[in-house]
């Protein structure tokens, strides 16, 4: 990995550590409803707002908890809210950890795919020299750019 990639990759992790907090915090209710119940807005002036019967506030509250509601429907109503969305996927880890648990795992991969080659033919390396051949084919697999990182093997 190029020092650019890293840093550029290091800058957006540092972006989106500020969403991970949001993920703690997230309403039970959904934030459409969590909301309209702070600025003690009822379904039916939201519905009003929105063009659209009481009922369909309701079922929209509904299926944001569900997790079905469509990004568009959450923009109208948040704009009927006076808010907006804000849309992210936002890593479990870090992204550098990510690559680097993916180098990780690919060098132990090809180093343990030759050796069971070669353990077949009675040339098994010790478990010092399989860990000299991980940390080399490492090395290797950090020069390479990224993009080859993810082909042909996942972890």
Same mark, same amino acid.
């Given at each position: 990995?190029? %020092?650019?990639?890293?840093?550029? %990759?290091?800058?957006?992790?540092?972006?989106l550590e500020s969403f991970s907090?949001?993920? +703690?915090?997230?309403?039970?209710?959904?934030?459409?409803?969590? %909301?309209? !119940?702070?600025?003690?807005?009822?379904?039916?002036?939201?519905?009003?707002?929105?063009? #659209? &019967? !009481?009922?369909? #506030?309701?079922? +929209?509250?509904?299926r944001e908890i569900e997790k079905?509601? $469509?990004?568009?429907?959450?923009? *109208? &109503?948040?704009?009927?809210?006076?808010?907006?969305?804000?849309?992210?996927? #936002?890593?479990?880890?870090?992204?550098? &950890? +990510?690559?680097?648990?993916?180098?990780?795992?690919?060098?132990?991969?090809? #180093? =343990?795919?030759? /050796?069971?080659? =070669?353990?077949? *033919? &009675?040339?098994?390396? $010790?478990?010092? /020299?399989?860990?000299?051949? %991980?940390?080399?084919?490492?090395?290797?697999?950090?020069? *390479?750019?990224?993009?080859?990182?993810?082909?042909?093997?996942?972890?």
């Amino acid at each position: 990995m190029k %020092i650019f990639e890293k840093l550029a %990759i290091m800058q957006l992790d540092k972006a989106l550590e500020s969403f991970s907090a949001l993920l +703690m915090h997230q309403p039970k209710e959904g934030w459409v409803r969590m %909301i309209r !119940q702070t600025l003690h807005m009822s379904t039916h002036e939201l519905a009003k707002r929105l063009h #659209v &019967a !009481q009922s369909t #506030v309701v079922d +929209m509250e509904m299926r944001e908890i569900e997790k079905g509601i $469509s990004l568009k429907k959450l923009e *109208e &109503a948040a704009e009927a809210l006076g808010c907006t969305v804000v849309y992210a996927l #936002v890593p479990k880890k870090s992204l550098i &950890a +990510m690559i680097e648990q993916q180098e990780k795992a690919k060098a132990e991969h090809m #180093v =343990m795919h030759t /050796q069971k080659t =070669m353990s077949l *033919e &009675a040339q098994a390396l $010790s478990n010092d /020299q399989i860990k000299q051949q %991980i940390d080399l084919v490492l090395h290797n697999i950090k020069n *390479e750019p990224l993009k080859k990182l993810w082909k042909n093997y996942e972890v």
